[in-house]
């Protein structure tokens, strides 16, 4: 049994992963603001070796009692996507960045073996390549990606015998959490899909990686167990298929379609100054962890086909509490 910290817990990929960690027979420890809420983990609340510390990640003394005593630390907090990072770029900075050194070395110094830092595939910006691995340039276009990118070497500078570093750079994810977003690609596209029978393609040649979001917490899972030799100081790529937005849209029109059977769906396309396009290669990852995504775009629509037939999301095309931006202008963040 170890002890993980789990930064940004209670968020979208977190309220995913932290049930699996403790099903896996770990203690748990969830470090979160919950700026989104707290009924993501509230399945889990009272369960054995489940511990929540409502703080910021910027508090330093926090973070110190909040690693000490653990084993591993998984780094998911951040203000996530470019959007909501463009709202207060000095705010983003402050989580995204500053802060994020100090939280290495307490990691470090209190005696943390392994630190899992959760970075992003867009980092690579844009790419004519038709794969883009992990040796491949670094070109951010935004403040996000940027410090996302900049956040690693930092990581990995602090990697020893004793503390073994790791980043991932995943994906875009899709598929259902208990702490939903409406605001990433698959997942718009869905949401609409269902409630207006109608999908807004912008531009539409862009590729783009996806992974489902129970592939990718598999993957982390997975990861508190890989001897440190076949880890340490690596950086992968994590992503199942590079799709255009276009060839999203027609999937997840026929999937919706056959799952939830209405009116036929429309597929309108407009014109974008968004034309971040890259094709992200994981091959590094299957041959040095074995790690194969097994499930597809398809089968991320489908659950959350299922999740909108249970009524899982009531006004999911108005309530902010999908939306990372419209949350983050309700509550001021500071």
């Known amino acids: 049994m170890s002890t993980i910290l789990v930064t940004g817990g209670a968020g979208y990929v977190g309220a995913v992963l932290v049930p699996k960690?403790?099903?896996?027979?770990?203690?748990?420890?969830?470090?979160?603001t919950y700026t989104y809420g707290t009924e993501a983990l509230d399945p889990l609340r009272g369960a054995d070796y489940l511990t929540e510390i409502r703080g910021d990640i910027r508090d330093g003394n926090l973070v110190e009692r909040s690693v000490a005593g653990c084993d591993a630390v998984f780094h998911l907090a951040c203000i996530s996507n470019d959007p909501s990072f463009e709202l207060d770029p000095l705010l983003g900075k402050s989580?995204?960045?500053?802060?994020?050194?100090?939280?290495?070395?307490?990691?470090?110094?209190?005696?943390?073996?392994?630190?899992?830092?959760?970075?992003?595939?867009?980092?690579?910006?844009?790419?004519a390549a038709a794969d883009v691995t992990e040796d491949h340039p670094l070109n951010p276009l935004t403040d996000y990606s940027t410090y996302k990118a900049l956040c690693e070497?930092?990581?990995?500078?602090?990697?020893?015998?004793n503390f073994t570093t790791l980043?991932?750079?995943p994906a875009t994810v899709c598929g259902y959490?208990?702490?939903?977003?409406?605001?990433?690609?698959v997942n718009i596209l869905t949401n609409h899909a269902v409630n207006r029978r109608k999908i807004l393609v912008f531009g539409g040649a862009q590729t783009r990686p996806n992974i489902h979001i129970d592939d990718l917490t598999d993957l982390y899972v997975d990861l508190i167990d890989e001897p440190a030799e076949?880890?340490?100081?690596?950086?992968?790529?994590?992503?199942?298929?590079?799709?255009?937005?276009?060839?999203?849209?027609?999937?997840?029109?026929?999937?919706?379609?056959?799952?939830?059977?209405?009116?036929?769906?429309?597929?309108?396309?407009?014109?974008?100054d968004d034309l971040r396009s890259y094709q992200v290669n994981s091959q590094r990852i299957a041959d040095v962890l074995g790690f194969r995504p097994r499930r597809t775009i398809e089968d991320a629509v489908r659950d959350l086909c299922r999740a909108f037939r249970a009524g899982r999301f009531p006004n999911s095309l108005e309530d902010r509490r999908y939306f990372n931006v419209a949350l983050m202008r309700a509550v001021a963040l500071a």
Not at 21 to 32: E, I, N, Q, S
Not at 177 to 185: G, K, N, Q, V
């Open 177 to 185: 959490s208990p702490r939903m977003r409406f605001d990433l690609s």
């Open 167 to 169: 980043v991932i750079r």
């Open 230 to 272: 076949r880890i340490a100081g690596q950086t992968f790529n994590a992503g199942y298929a590079n799709r255009s937005i276009h060839d999203l849209a027609l999937i997840i029109r026929q999937t919706v379609e056959a799952e939830l059977p209405g009116p036929p769906i429309e597929i309108e396309t407009r014109p974008t």
């Open 153 to 161: 070497p930092l990581l990995h500078a602090q990697g020893s015998a």
């Open 21 to 32: 960690l403790l099903a896996r027979g770990h203690r748990v420890r969830v470090l979160d």
């Open 95 to 127: 989580i995204n960045f500053d802060c994020f050194e100090p939280l290495v070395q307490a990691a470090k110094r209190t005696g943390v073996q392994r630190f899992i830092y959760i970075s992003s595939s867009s980092v690579y910006g844009v790419s």
